[in-house]
């Protein structure tokens, strides 16, 4: 039967003209590339889009915060934002603010080695204040720092921390809101709609590219103890998680800056000792004292320079943090350390990393909050901190009558001032400087009333 199925195959090919066989050739070339294709695309595509990453423009949900309804996440563990802006960055002076921090701008400079740094002439807001910058897992540069006020353009935005990214090494940036749960012991601690939001912010990428978030919240309440929380994200713009990171014996904690000397975690809170930690979320309390390897000489007093940010060198070759002096007249510095412990200053008394240049017309008063990252080129750079040429010299007074200093906190809830259990605070306060973050706060009158 077979045979005879042959037979007249073969029979039936030869009888028809070489025009149809080509014909049938053709058809039957199309039909295997059809089933070929099919079977390619019952095989390949669904597995495709298990690995297509989810993009939310809104709010980043990631798979361990506790708190979102798990049955309302989406199944892909892998999550983007959008690299466009979700607000402009303010321009110019508010003259209606109150805030002397409303008076600050953060400003940019680059350098081969991390010593000498060259300014870029590039702002990236006025009207902010305590920039950190790092390197996110993509390689982008990220600039995180808290929003003074900006009302103009439509936009009502204060006292909030966002961040401005670069894909390009500092040349053009996007500007991000963030998204802070609140701790659980401090529930007005968040934003959107945080009163008042986490400040100070301290962001470091994990090696498993987590990101954490360090940052000052008051306790218990709006007018509590401030003190350094730590929360967790997966891509550095939505944080939630909380935990305090240790609660101060002796007054506050304010300025965090954490930075892992060998397998110890280190805090600085200001200029107080670090607190110590295995696991950089939970540490002990720091030692009695400031930190202060160098001090300087403003007049005949001698005060101790503000740590503004700490940096690991690559290659084990040592850590260096970069310090600033809060005076007119004292400039950026560095000092560096093998060990974590014994610290070299890196510039000569009258050498400065940077320092204010009257000529430099986007600089004004005295320079600010240094803080330093490597790129992944190798090279270095700088975002710091200045006042807006122009400030009304009423500003830069550090002492403040008690009247003066009620007017200054009609943006605390309440229109009320933080209330604290010690007379004498740890942080900054008791080392002779009234900085900007205590003259807003009133955090230290040892320092600001004097």
């Known amino acids: 039967m077979l045979e005879d199925f042959k037979t007249k195959i073969i029979s039936f090919y030869q ?57 309302l996440m989406p199944t892909s563990s892998d999550y983007e934002f959008k690299m466009t802006s979700d607000f402009k960055p303010c321009l110019g002076i508010d003259k209606a603010a109150k805030n002397p921090i409303a008076y600050h701008r953060i400003l940019l400079a680059k350098s081969a080695d991390g010593l000498h740094f060259t300014r870029m002439g590039k702002l990236i807001s006025d009207r902010a204040s305590v920039p950190d910058i790092m390197v996110d897992k993509k390689g982008n540069v990220r600039i995180y720092f808290v929003l003074i006020t900006c009302k103009e353009q439509g936009q009502d935005l204060e006292n909030i921390p966002v961040v401005a990214i670069s894909s390009d090494n500092g040349e053009n940036w996007v500007y991000k809101k963030l998204t802070i749960e609140a701790p659980s012991d401090a529930l ?67 300025d965090p800056v954490v930075i892992k000397f060998g397998n110890t975690w280190n805090l600085f809170n200001g200029n107080s000792n670090p607190a110590t930690s295995l696991d950089g979320i939970t540490f002990n309390n720091p030692k009695p004292g400031i930190f202060c390897p160098f001090k300087f000489k403003d007049g005949n007093t001698d005060k101790c320079y503000v740590i503004g940010d700490a940096l690991t060198l690559g290659d084990s070759l040592g850590y260096r943090i970069y310090l600033f002096g809060d005076t007119p007249n004292e400039g950026f510095k560095s000092i560096f350390s093998s060990d974590g412990e014994n610290w070299t200053m890196e510039q000569k008394s009258n050498e400065y990393i940077l320092n204010i240049d009257q000529g430099v017309k986007e600089e004004y008063y005295k320079l600010m909050f240094p803080t330093v990252t490597r790129l992944n080129d190798g090279s270095f750079l700088m975002a710091y901190e200045t006042f807006i040429p122009q400030t009304p010299p009423s500003i830069f007074e550090t002492t403040f009558s008690e009247k003066e200093n009620d007017q200054l906190f009609k943006s605390f809830p309440e229109g009320g001032k933080p209330t604290f ?18 003259q807003t706060t009133n955090t230290c009158p040892l320092d600001c009333l004097r």
């Open 15 to 71: 009888r028809i003209s070489a025009k149809t066989r080509f014909l049938f050739l053709i058809l039957f070339g199309i039909l295997v590339l059809t089933v070929s294709f099919l079977i390619i695309g019952i095989i390949y595509f669904p597995q495709k889009q298990k690995e297509q990453k989810v993009i939310y423009p809104e709010r980043q949900i990631f798979p361990f915060d506790s708190s979102v309804n798990q049955e």
């Open 188 to 254: 007005h601690c968040k934003t959107p709609g945080g009163s008042p939001a986490p400040v100070d912010p301290e962001v470091l990428l994990m090696p498993d590219g987590t990101y954490r978030l360090y940052a000052t919240c008051p306790q218990s309440n709006s007018q509590g103890t401030p003190m350094t929380y730590v929360f967790f994200s997966s891509d550095g713009i939505y944080f939630s998680g909380a935990q305090h990171t240790y609660i101060p014996q002796n007054g506050i904690a304010l």
């Open 421 to 438: 259990g010690q007379k004498e605070p740890l942080g900054k306060c008791g080392d002779g400087i009234c900085d900007s973050i205590e």
